[in-house]
Each structure stands twice: as structure tokens, then as C-alpha cells.
């Protein structure tokens, strides 16, 4: 799966390859007890599902497939479950203990890489949004309940800094900006460290921001925070800029 969507080779870390073929074995089993209506159901709703994924939208996303890690779970319990009963009839029913034990420690062997990758991503992850949380406390503290801020990630902002937030608008031009920004009555500028906008996007808000006659002023950046992820280290800053988009003599959009 990991060369078919995309995804980094630490994407499935929450699902160990070994969980994997033990879901592999379990929908096998399943396979041939009679549960006709229920395959069907996962046909449809995971088909058009994986389709429109791969052929519309994007697939080297992680997140888009964590609805599958339930039933890979599920599968691999039955997987694991037929393999019990296997061995107990191998052994013929006389030495089952020992056919249990060995399915536990399988079951721990396959449960640890993902604890692990858990315990280091707790770490990382922390270390990645030090300087957002940072800025939304500043946000939080120092501006006007109800002072509207334009960012990459509204939904986060708007959950840790308390204020309304809109969307930068991808690919748009100086002056879509610039009524956007008019028409929500934008006050700030956020740019948050972990997601910011697309190359296109970048370099308009630079040239915007650069330009003195603009009026966009510096309230709040961050300290460097430092981040280690996968052997690299590298620092993570946010920035908010304060403007006034009713200064640029643009129409509000409708």
C-alpha cells in the first residue's frame, strides 16, 4: 500500500506490516463463512471510496486512509483467532496452552512498532507545533475578541486562539486577496509554521508584505523553535502580520 498511495514509509506506522498479513489471513477466513451482505456494504462504501482517491483527488495522504485501520484490526483479530484454532487442532487439542501462547506473543509482536512509532511521534509532534500554539497564545491574549484573522488552518486557529478565522485563498491573485480579505473585514495576516500556503500563494503575500506602501505590520513572530524529525533538525517560526484591507481602495467581493 505504501507504493500504490504514495506515502512516506512512516505513514503505516499505526498498522504493522505483520498486522497487515494477519488481516490478509483473517479476510481470507471470512471469506468463506457466509456474510454476503456485509461484503457487499464494504464493496460499496470502500470502492468508489479508493477510486475517487486515486484517480480525482490525492492519495499520499495518510489521513485520508485511517478509516481503514478499524478493519484492518478487525481482520487481523480474525486472522489471528483462525490461526489459534489451527494450531489447536495441530496439536489436537491436547497442548492448546501452548498454541495460545504463541498467538500472544505474535499479538505483542505486532502491537509493538506501533506503541513505539506512537512514543516517537508524541515527541516530533510536539516539537512541530511548538511555535503555532506559541502564536495562537499570543493571538488569544493581545487582540480583540472579535478581530478576524486570515490563515492556512482557520479550524486550528480558531480552536486554540478563541477568534474567527478564513481561509488564504490558494492561487488567487493580488486583488481576489485583497477583496477577500476586505469583505471578511480581515484584520490580521497568520502564517503558522507547520501548514502554509503553496508556492503561488507565498510569493504574493512576500511581495505584499515587503512592499512598505502596503501597510502590513510585524505584531508577533515566535522564537525559533527546534525540531528532530527523522534524523534532520531544523527550526519552526510563526509570524502575524496586522493590515487594513480597506486602505488598498478595493471593492468587497460578492
Known amino acids: 500500500p505504501q507504493a500504490i498511495y504514495g506515502a512516506p514509509d512512516s505513514a503505516l506506522g499505526m498498522v504493522p506490516t ?20 456485509l461484503r457487499r456494504l464494504l464493496v460499496a462504501a470502500f470502492v468508489p471510496y479508493v477510486v475517487f482517491m486515486v484517480f480525482y483527488w490525492h492519495a499520499n495522504e ?3 486512509w485511517v478509516a481503514w485501520i478499524p478493519w484492518f484490526a478487525l481482520f487481523a483479530g480474525a486472522g489471528l483467532f483462525a490461526l489459534f484454532e489451527k494450531m489447536r487442532n495441530w496439536y489436537q487439542q491436547r497442548n492448546a496452552l501452548i498454541a495460545l501462547l504463541m498467538v500472544v506473543v505474535v499479538t ?12 516517537q511521534r508524541r515527541v516530533v509532534d510536539a516539537q512541530l507545533v511548538a511555535a503555532d500554539l506559541d502564536m495562537y497564545r499570543y493571538l488569544r491574549a493581545n487582540t480583540p475578541l472579535s478581530a478576524v484573522m486570515m490563515t492556512r488552518v482557520p479550524w486550528q486557529l480558531n480552536w486554540y486562539a478563541e477568534r474567527p478565522a478564513v481561509m488564504i485563498p490558494a492561487n488567487a491573485n493580488t486583488e481576489t486577496f485583497l477583496r477577500l480579505a476586505k469583505h471578511y ?8 509554521s507547520l501548514q502554509r500556503p503553496n508556492a503561488t500563494t507565498r510569493t504574493l503575500l512576500a511581495a505584499l508584505i515587503e512592499d512598505p506602501k502596503n501597510g502590513f505590520v510585524e505584531v508577533y513572530r515566535t522564537p525559533e523553535y527546534t525540531v528532530t524529525d527523522d534524523g ?3 527550526t519552526m517560526q510563526s509570524v502575524v502580520y496586522e493590515f487594513n484591507p480597506d486602505a488598498f481602495g478595493v471593492a468587497a467581493i460578492r
Open 18 to 37: 505483520i498486522v497487515m498479513w494477519f488481516a490478509l489471513i483473517g479476510l481470507l477466513a471470512w471469506r468463506s463463512q457466509n456474510h454476503r451482505l
Open 62 to 64: 495518510p489521513r485520508y
Open 108 to 119: 505483542g509482536l505486532s502491537l509493538y512498532p506501533a506503541v513505539q512509532y506512537a512514543q
Open 185 to 192: 473585514r480581515v484584520q490580521y495576516l497568520v502564517l503558522d
Open 232 to 234: 534532520r533538525t531544523f
